[in-house]
């Protein structure tokens, strides 16, 4: 199993950038569709971004789409999330996570359908 340890995550002003990234152990990075998630006090953790093994796909929460973009390095091992005009309520953990899905093709936004987490990392936005 894959795992998962994200970074990056801290204190910006409304409107502002931020990017977040998720190293992967294991030489299988590639066959894993990976996630971001994230999870706000007193709320469920929701879908915000996804994208296939190859790349070659992605999928946004209408909450971020737009102002969010996944990508990944395979040689790397890394996912990342860059944020921009981040606002107040993006204030959350954010965790990525490995999906089950075979040869990494499919993003699910479920989070039912990830076998690996990472712990998370906090970014919050100020108003």
């Known amino acids: 199993q894959v795992q998962l340890v994200e970074s990056g995550g801290g204190l910006v002003q409304a409107g502002g950038s931020l990017r977040v990234s998720c190293a992967a152990s294991?030489?299988?990075?590639?066959?894993?569709?990976m996630g971001w998630f994230r999870q706000a006090p007193g709320k469920e953790r929701e879908f915000v971004a996804g994208i296939t093994g190859s790349s070659l796909s992605t999928d946004y929460a209408t909450s971020v789409k737009g102002r969010f973009t996944i990508s990944r390095d395979n040689a790397k091992n890394t996912v990342y999330l860059q944020m921009n005009s981040l606002k107040p309520e993006d204030t959350a953990v954010y965790y990525c996570?490995?999906?089950?899905?075979?040869?990494?093709?499919?993003?699910?936004?479920?989070?039912?359908?990830?076998?690996?987490w990472g712990q998370g990392t906090q970014v919050t936005v100020s108003s």
């Open positions: 294991g030489r299988t990075f590639s066959s894993y569709a």
């Open positions: 996570a490995a999906s089950v899905s075979p040869f990494g093709a499919t993003i699910y936004r479920d989070h039912g359908g990830y076998i690996s």
